[in-house]
């Protein structure tokens, strides 16, 4: 592997309250993508892509029981997709994961008619953004 490029996000680490739910959800997600399980212990689970590695974790240190994206902290995590019809495929089938679709009344163009993306919310508060990286022509749907 050559050297990662200065400034190439290194990790990622979330702290999920419940880490089995988690699996169900993020873990799901990342393997969908491409991730590769990394390393694992007790209460936790690394994915890695490329130079890039996410972690997920129950630490005994968490002050809350849910994640709160209004808040000041992490708002979402938003990954490239192939395609809209990739982003339209894991929007699908997130729903049997514990994900599901936020701003289903713009859905795909939540973020712009320019800006082909699906919005996912997981049961413990967590959003990602699938952002297709070849869109359809504007305004066109797929569905």
């Not at 880490?19 to 390393?39: D, E, T």
């Not at 490329?50 to 209004?70: F, K, M, N, W």
């Not at 082909?116 to 997981?122: H, I, Q, T």
Request: with cysteine.
């Amino acid at each position: 592997m050559s050297r990662p490029a200065q400034g190439t996000l290194h990790h990622v680490e979330l702290w999920v309250p419940d880490f089995h739910r988690a699996l169900a959800s993020l873990g799901w997600l990342l393997q969908a993508l491409g991730y590769a399980v990394h390393q694992d212990w007790v209460c936790g689970r690394s994915w890695r892509l490329g130079p890039t590695y996410l972690v997920i974790e129950q630490s005994p240190a968490l002050a809350a029981e849910q994640h709160d994206r209004c808040r000041p902290g992490l708002n979402h995590l938003a990954f490239h997709v192939e395609n809209a019809a990739t982003a339209e495929r894991l929007a699908a089938d997130a729903a049997q994961h514990g994900w599901k679709l936020m701003f289903p009344e713009r859905h795909p163009y939540a973020g712009g008619q320019q800006h082909y993306a699906a919005y996912l919310e997981n049961d413990d508060g967590f959003e990602v953004e699938l952002v297709a990286i070849d869109p359809p022509e504007r305004g066109k749907r797929l569905r």
